[in-house]
């Protein structure tokens, strides 16, 4: 099973490394990294640029776009969904979010931290983990998006330029 499995990888990964396929792969990963689905962009912005190293910029903007664009989206859902609830709630009469009592005390902790700090905290969009999250719990909150996304690609192009800098030093 090997002996055909290791020519068509190859083959494919040959294919996602050229840079008309390799840049617009990097953007769809990178986008997807930033849902909620649990994925990491960075090996392949890394891998890319590993085989074209003349397209370390290119990657590097790519993938902050791709990344930022994302978390935008992560913004919008948690928007959506607090608009959604809103809406549950009017018709049902039912007392707000404000007035509703939570018993978990870190939980109100953290959306308090997070209000206190506005959409600075889409800086912290990079972390594995709470970054994604985070994106949608500032279109909850109802943070500006365009503050949210301009704090949200700076933390995003740092990231990917530290790593791939640091990996292609390592490797």
């Known amino acids: 099973m090997e002996a055909w499995l290791s020519p068509l990888l ?36 890394f891998g890319l640029v590993k085989l074209n190293p003349d397209l370390f910029w290119a990657a590097i903007l790519v993938a902050t776009a791709g990344n930022t664009l994302g978390g935008m989206l992560s913004w919008w859902m948690g ?61 909850w909150l109802k943070m500006p998006l365009l503050a949210c996304t301009i704090y949200m690609a700076i933390g995003k192009f740092l990231r990917y330029l530290l790593m791939t800098s640091l990996l292609l030093w390592v490797f």
């Open 10 to 45: 190859a083959q494919i990964l040959a294919w996602l490394a050229l840079p008309e396929h390799g840049l617009s792969t990097v953007f769809t990963i990178a986008f997807i990294s930033a849902t909620l689905l649990p994925m990491g962009s960075e090996p392949a912005v």
């Open 79 to 139: 928007y959506g969904a607090h608009h959604a609830l809103d809406k549950v709630r009017s018709r049902k009469n039912q007392p707000s979010s404000e007035s509703t009592s939570i018993s978990d005390k870190m939980h109100w902790r953290a959306l308090k931290w997070l209000e206190k700090l506005g959409p600075k905290a889409c800086l912290l969009s990079w972390l594995p983990g709470v970054g994604d999250p985070l994106c949608a719990v500032a279109g």
